[in-house]
């Protein structure tokens, strides 16, 4: 996000954010942009292309981008990069086949937005939540694993994040990352409120 745009977001008192959920395909993105609307999570099924969803948040409207995480879509994910405020990165922490796939492309979209900064200036200092995702279930690696896997300590410094345990499926965790996030990306955004 550019110097112009902040300034425009403060001029206008506009309170959007502009959020982008990302992860592998099967980790709950759906389910908790749902479960945060609270809306019904009975049945879902996997998301081919992207979902926008506009909630209201706190005294905030979050846009969230939900983008489907086959490995055929994912390719297309830096196309969502322009003005986001902040970026989800959701981990079925229960899936531990996968965990090396998720950090590959964690890193590849990370690297990818620095690359497109340089280039474009899009997403480079949005905030990153990492949802360990699906905690409920029984062998699910804790949110310190998956940020060891990660390798999480080794991100820019520059960079906010936090990781966050939590089930889409009860609904655990998702305030505390959300209330994060949000607050995270107000203090760079609406920093004159």
């Known amino acids: 996000m550019g110097l112009l745009s902040i300034i425009r977001k403060i001029k206008r008192k506009e309170?959007?954010?502009r959020i982008l959920m990302v992860g592998l395909d099967n980790s709950g993105k759906t389910t908790i942009v749902l479960?945060?609307?609270e809306e019904d999570t009975s049945v879902i099924s996997p998301t081919l292309g992207f979902n926008i969803k506009t909630i209201s948040y706190q005294k905030y409207t979050l846009n969230i981008w939900d983008v489907g995480g086959q490995r055929t879509i994912r390719s297309?994910?830096?196309n969502y990069f322009e003005q986001t405020d902040g970026l989800v990165w959701v981990?079925?922490?229960s899936d531990l086949r996968r965990l090396d796939d998720c950090k590959m492309e964690l890193d590849n979209l990370l690297r990818e937005e620095l690359l497109i900064f340089f280039v474009l200036h899009r997403l480079s200092g949005a905030s990153l939540l990492i949802l360990a995702n699906k905690q409920d279930i029984k062998g699910a690696l804790?949110?310190?694993e998956i940020a060891e896997v990660l390798n999480l300590e080794a991100m820019d410094k520059s960079r906010h994040w936090k990781i966050v345990g939590c089930s889409a499926y009860t609904g655990e965790g998702l305030l505390e990352g959300f209330d994060w996030l949000v607050q995270d990306v107000a203090s760079?955004?609406?920093m004159l409120d």
């Open 76 to 78: 297309y994910w830096r």
């Open 91 to 93: 981990v079925d922490s």
């Open 142 to 144: 804790t949110p310190t």
């Open 15 to 17: 309170k959007e954010m």
């Open 35 to 37: 479960k945060i609307n």
């Open 188 to 190: 760079r955004i609406y």
